[in-house]
């Protein structure tokens, strides 16, 4: 397509080198953006009586029929254009003639780029909170089913300390929400024009920056035209923000392999989210949460590419920018996509908690609350720390857990042993007596449930 910017050059590029600086490849997603910006800019034209009225309904009329005949697929964005601006300007001016030529008064492609951007990723994080939720809302509702199913809990993947299934499904509510906040922080700190800034210096124009900013949503108009041009921090902002989500997302896609192993059997996965193998007939395979945790990487990379992308560059606007956007949709579009799948595979999976139970079974989770028994006696806690560990020596020497121990076995240890020792380290005892502030108790967790469910509606 010949190029709108013909002038000082015939503009008759290589064509490999066309190819390398054409962006209409990935750019055309942003085509309705781009229209609701011109639209803005068209209306504010007029309104300031830069361009005459007639000129502005002509472009507006123009504009909308080429919103619709994309939308309807009457057009289609034509692949040798450079980018989606070009496009929709060629195209507009291909429609209306002299009128369409006006548009670009007092706007640059450095402003509009930079708009239509922030536009765009504004309309994807809305979605993407939205999924966040969803996912929330499904490991709330399975807290809930479990606020007393009990299993164990690990550090080092070691059996710890019992806990139950809905309190550690919390954690990862907890960890979404903040997930939440950092997006609604970023697209507020996004939510400023960069409409007006033109190419770097502003303009001699009359423009109304302020009417722009507000006919688009815009908080205010960005303060500085320099920076409107060249600030991609809400880009590598939120590519942050979504790092730190799939860093979340990935680490329950591994807790959701592990307890839905054979091993662990904590936890089977609806068939709808399992695949099988070609050659093993057996198999039924979580494959879906081992791409959310492999797609991780995916993210980070984009992270990475946008803040080294733009940590050399002087200001104003330089092309290495527009390698911003495939990071910044590839991005969202993972995020999106694993957020997508593993919200309805939580709300759908079925718990075993007998198989949990058995596994919390073993394991000497009882042992704080042994030492906390003779403490409660008044033996200083490393002392009682230490009979204990001694008491667990001698369970595995005769092959017993601490609540098959015989009670003398006990007595040969401490004398303050009495029969009330079984009661106390049970495992129902030992979840139930924590009840500190977001600790394991089923009252605990219903707790949790509650004040998370506030936080969520108001995320
Ligand atoms: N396609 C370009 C980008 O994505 C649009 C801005 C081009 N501006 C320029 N001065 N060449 O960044």
Same mark, same amino acid.
């Given at each position: 397509?010949?190029?709108?910017?013909?002038?000082?050059?015939?503009?008759?590029?290589?064509?490999?080198?066309?190819?390398?600086?054409?962006?209409?490849?990935?750019?055309?997603?942003?085509? $309705?953006?781009?229209?609701?910006?011109?639209?803005?800019?068209?209306?504010?034209?007029?309104?300031?009586?830069?361009?005459?009225?007639?000129?502005?309904?002509?472009?507006?009329?123009?504009?909308?029929?080429?919103?619709?005949?994309?939308?309807?697929?009457?057009?289609?964005?034509?692949?040798?254009?450079?980018?989606?601006?070009?496009?929709?300007?060629?195209?507009?001016?291909?429609?209306?003639?002299?009128?369409?030529?006006?548009?670009?008064?007092?706007?640059?492609?450095?402003?509009?780029?930079?708009?239509?951007?922030?536009?765009?990723?504004?309309?994807?994080?809305?979605?993407?909170?939205?999924?966040?939720?969803?996912?929330?809302?499904?490991?709330?509702?399975?807290?809930?089913?479990?606020?007393?199913?009990?299993?164990?809990?690990?550090?080092?993947?070691?059996?710890?300390?019992?806990?139950?299934?809905?309190?550690?499904?919390?954690?990862?509510?907890?960890?979404?929400?903040?997930?939440?906040?950092?997006?609604?922080?970023?697209?507020? $700190?996004?939510?400023?024009?960069?409409?007006?800034?033109?190419?770097?210096?502003?303009?001699?124009?009359?423009?109304?920056?302020?009417?722009?900013?507000?006919?688009?949503?815009?908080?205010?108009?960005?303060?500085?035209?320099?920076?409107?041009?060249?600030? $991609?921090?809400?880009?590598?902002?939120?590519?942050?923000?979504?790092?730190?989500?799939?860093?979340?997302?990935?680490?329950?896609?591994?807790?959701?392999?592990?307890?839905?192993?054979?091993?662990?059997?904590?936890?089977?996965?609806?068939?709808?989210?399992?695949?099988?193998?070609?050659?093993?007939?057996?198999?039924?395979?979580?494959?879906?949460?081992?791409?959310?945790?492999?797609?991780?990487?995916?993210?980070?990379?984009?992270?990475?590419?946008?803040?080294?992308?733009?940590?050399?560059?002087?200001?104003?606007?330089?092309?290495?920018?527009?390698?911003?956007?495939?990071?910044?949709?590839?991005?969202?579009?993972?995020?999106?996509?694993?957020?997508?799948?593993?919200?309805?595979?939580?709300?759908?999976?079925?718990?075993?908690?007998?198989?949990?139970?058995?596994?919390?079974?073993?394991?000497?989770?009882?042992?704080?609350?042994?030492?906390?028994?003779?403490?409660?006696?008044?033996?200083?806690?490393?002392?009682?720390?230490?009979?204990?560990?001694?008491?667990?020596?001698?369970?595995?020497?005769?092959?017993?857990?601490?609540?098959?121990?015989?009670?003398?076995?006990?007595?040969?240890?401490?004398?303050?042993?009495?029969?009330?020792?079984?009661?106390?380290?049970?495992?129902?005892?030992?979840?139930?007596?924590?009840?500190?502030?977001?600790?394991?108790?089923?009252?605990?967790?219903?707790?949790?449930?509650?004040?998370?469910?506030?936080?969520?509606?108001?995320?």
């Amino acid at each position: 397509m010949a190029k709108l910017w013909a002038g000082r050059t015939d503009a008759a590029l290589n064509q490999a080198a066309d190819d390398f600086n054409a962006s209409i490849r990935f750019d055309s997603r942003m085509y $309705r953006q781009d229209i609701a910006g011109s639209l803005a800019h068209a209306e504010m034209l007029g309104k300031t009586g830069i361009l005459p009225a007639g000129d502005v309904a002509a472009i507006q009329n123009g504009l909308r029929g080429i919103l619709a005949d994309l939308e309807s697929g009457a057009l289609a964005v034509d692949p040798s254009s450079e980018d989606i601006h070009m496009f929709v300007e060629a195209e507009l001016t291909r429609r209306i003639g002299e009128a369409g030529k006006r548009l670009h008064t007092a706007r640059s492609r450095n402003d509009q780029v930079a708009t239509d951007l922030r536009l765009y990723l504004r309309e994807r994080t809305e979605t993407i909170l939205e999924k966040t939720r969803a996912l929330a809302e499904a490991l709330l509702e399975q807290a809930a089913q479990h606020a007393e199913t009990i299993l164990p809990g690990y550090t080092h993947l070691q059996r710890a300390q019992p806990v139950t299934f809905g309190h550690h499904l919390l954690a990862y509510c907890s960890m979404l929400l903040r997930d939440m906040g950092r997006m609604r922080g970023a697209a507020k $700190r996004m939510n400023q024009s960069p409409l007006g800034a033109c190419a770097l210096a502003g303009t001699t124009y009359p423009i109304d920056r302020q009417m722009t900013a507000a006919l688009l949503g815009f908080d205010v108009p960005c303060a500085n035209s320099l920076d409107a041009v060249s600030d $991609r921090d809400f880009c590598a902002e939120l590519c942050a923000a979504w790092s730190i989500l799939m860093m979340h997302l990935s680490r329950l896609s591994e807790e959701i392999l592990l307890w839905s192993s054979w091993e662990f059997h904590f936890i089977t996965l609806d068939d709808a989210f399992t695949t099988g193998s070609s050659i093993m007939p057996q198999k039924k395979n979580s494959d879906m949460a081992e791409l959310a945790r492999g797609k991780t990487g995916r993210v980070y990379g984009d992270l990475m590419g946008t803040l080294t992308m733009l940590k050399g560059l002087p200001l104003a606007y330089d092309k290495d920018m527009q390698e911003d956007k495939e990071a910044a949709f590839d991005a969202a579009d993972t995020v999106e996509a694993c957020l997508t799948v593993l919200a309805p595979m939580v709300a759908t999976w079925t718990a075993h908690p007998a198989a949990m139970r058995r596994a919390a079974e073993n394991g000497f989770m009882g042992a704080t609350d042994c030492a906390d028994y003779l403490t409660r006696q008044g033996v200083p806690f490393r002392t009682a720390y230490k009979i204990t560990g001694q008491i667990v020596r001698e369970c595995i020497e005769r092959g017993v857990t601490l609540e098959t121990l015989p009670l003398e076995a006990y007595q040969s240890f401490s004398p303050l042993f009495g029969e009330d020792i079984y009661a106390a380290i049970s495992l129902d005892a030992c979840v139930a007596r924590r009840t500190s502030e977001g600790g394991t108790a089923p009252d605990s967790v219903r707790r949790q449930i509650k004040a998370m469910k506030e936080l969520l509606e108001n995320a």
